[in-house]
């Protein structure tokens, strides 16, 4: 299957601080999406982003799929925003590979 | 209101025993998934299903079998075979189903999950 990572595994900040994560992907991709999974393990929709720019408030991400990355921006950051970002991609046939995350933990 | 339901939130299994992971949504989605996430890990595939009546395995069935009788229904059985049951296991469900040779759906195609299943060895 397709290989999906990210970038960097661990990132701690300073609130306030603003933050790049970043998603490699091995092949096409029909859709990808960004989650955050909460420290209870609840995985929330962040965007759905195969292709160009979007934004959320303080989050905002961009996908160029011509060369296989996607970047997620966190800005002003709370520590709120602590947890566990996912990139996910699916090629064709409805498989949903992932990355193996980064782990934000923003310090007050 | 809509959503993923997986139950019970925490299992324990004894040695040689099959155990049974509930996942039921009301989302009128087509494709259901389960994933397996051990710590400090990604999330991998385990089983999905596209349409009722059919599932297909992911990159880590061994050791796990599932049925999809109904659309909202996706349960998941961890047997005695798997022999590092411990993890902590999501259910997920999407809007799209794309038949080989369809169109795909342009818009809204996103991946739902639930709260999760905490899986542990006595």
């Known amino acids: 299957g397709i290989q999906v990572e990210q970038s960097p595994p661990d990132l701690i900040l300073q609130e306030g601080a603003n933050s790049t994560l970043r998603c490699n992907f091995s092949?096409?991709?029909?859709?990808l999406q960004w989650f955050h999974q909460n420290p209870w393990g609840q995985l929330i929709n962040l965007f759905y982003?195969?292709?160009g720019t979007k934004q959320n408030g303080r989050l905002s991400a961009t996908t160029v799929a011509t060369e296989r990355y996607s970047l997620l921006y966190i800005s002003s950051s709370q520590t709120t925003d602590s947890g566990v970002y996912f990139c996910a991609v699916e090629e064709t046939g409805n498989q949903f590979y992932f990355g193996t995350g980064t782990s934000l933990t923003v310090i007050p | 209101d809509g959503g993923i339901t997986q139950s019970p939130k925490y299992l324990f299994r004894k040695e040689g025993q099959n155990v049974t992971l509930s996942c039921e949504q009301n989302?009128?989605?087509?494709?259901m998934y389960w994933y397996r996430q051990d710590p400090g890990q990604g999330l991998r595939l385990i089983y999905y299903s596209q349409i009722v009546n059919d599932f297909q395995k992911g990159d880590i069935a061994e050791g796990y079998s599932v049925s999809r009788e109904k659309k909202e229904s996706f349960p998941l059985t961890v047997t005695s075979a798997q022999k590092n049951p411990t993890a902590f296991y999501l259910c997920?469900?999407?809007?799209?189903?794309?038949?080989?040779?369809?169109?795909?759906?342009?818009?809204?195609?996103?991946?739902?999950f639930g709260s999760g299943t905490q899986l542990s060895v006595l």
């Open positions: 982003i195969p292709s």
């Open positions: 092949d096409s991709v029909n859709n």
């Open positions: 997920a469900s999407s809007p799209d189903w794309r038949g080989w040779g369809q169109t795909p759906l342009a818009t809204n195609e996103k991946l739902f």
């Open positions: 989302l009128n989605h087509d494709a």
